[in-house]
């Protein structure tokens, strides 16, 4: 019943930027924690970014920190995932996870696609 639907991939040339979005419905947003997930081929499933519910706490791995800024509208149930100076190593699947707060199960999306070539 909770559903994510994420958008804004593409395919660019390394030091680009995409902004992604995540839009959510099912559930009241403002009492989700969102986080960005992304995936290669054959690899773990890795963390990129979290954020409040509130937005006034946001976290990032390290492999993206200083590029990337996870930010959201909860008037608009959106997530954003603003990422610059694209690496090659940032293709992967990238997915929008949302926790209810309190809750112990997180919910997906299906997927976009971010494509930085060399």
């Known amino acids: 019943q909770v559903q994510l639907v994420e958008s804004g991939g593409g395919l660019v040339q390394a030091g680009g930027s995409l902004r992604l979005s995540c839009v959510v419905s099912?559930?009241?947003?403002?009492?989700?924690?969102m986080d960005w997930y992304r995936q290669a081929p054959g690899k773990q499933r890795e963390w990129v970014s979290g954020?409040?519910?509130?937005?006034?706490?946001?976290n990032y791995a390290d492999s993206v920190k200083g590029r990337f800024t996870i930010s959201r509208d909860n008037a608009k149930n959106t997530v954003y995932l603003q990422m610059n100076s694209l690496k090659p190593e940032d293709t992967a699947v990238y997915y929008c996870?949302?926790?209810?707060?309190?809750?112990?199960?997180?919910?997906w999306g299906q997927g976009t696609q971010v494509t930085v070539s060399s």
């Open positions: 099912g559930s009241t947003f403002s009492n989700n924690v």
């Open positions: 954020i409040s519910r509130s937005g006034e706490f946001t």
């Open positions: 996870q949302a926790t209810p707060f309190g809750s112990k199960q997180g919910y």
